[in-house]
């Protein structure tokens, strides 16, 4: 997980917004993996979040869940049905920069995923 300024125009948003960069590489599933021994397909993902004082709160809370292995599951993929690939464990994402369903305007975003954070323990 790596973070930055995004320097370009995300629709919905006013002023600076955040990037979240996540890099999971193909590999072999361990004993806490539904199908142990055998191999997944990883994945790169890229999400945005307002630059705001709520904003750098959930990164902080992300980067915690992202610690304990919650972002993120092996499973089968729900957009193309493969097996043994890395998917999303259930902590929402906006990966939009032009909106849209997965991206800005979402004046419930913040308060939504700080309450899936919770859920986890992530506080």
């Known amino acids: 997980m790596t973070t930055s300024t995004f320097h370009g125009h995300i629709s919905g948003l006013h002023g600076k917004a955040l990037e979240i960069n ?3 590489p193909n590999g072999k599933q361990t004993a806490d993996h539904p199908n142990p021994g055998q191999r997944y397909t990883g994945t790169s993902r ?8 709520e904003g750098r709160e959930v990164l902080n809370l992300l980067k915690k ?9 092996i499973g089968t993929s ?5 097996d043994n690939c890395v998917t999303w464990a259930g902590i ?3 990966t939009s920069s032009d909106g849209g369903a997965y991206g800005y305007p979402d004046s419930t975003y913040l308060a939504r995923v700080k309450g899936e954070l ?4 992530v506080v």
Do not use: N, V
């Not at 869940?65 to 599951?73: E, G, K, P, Q, T």
């Not at 729900?78 to 493969?82: E, L, N, R």
């Open 22 to 24: 996540y890099h999971l």
């Open 46 to 53: 890229t999400a945005y979040l307002p630059d705001t004082t």
């Open 65 to 73: 869940a992202w610690d304990r292995r919650l972002i993120f599951a």
């Open 78 to 82: 729900i957009t193309t049905g493969q």
């Open 92 to 94: 929402h994402h906006k």
């Open 118 to 121: 919770k859920d986890r323990g």
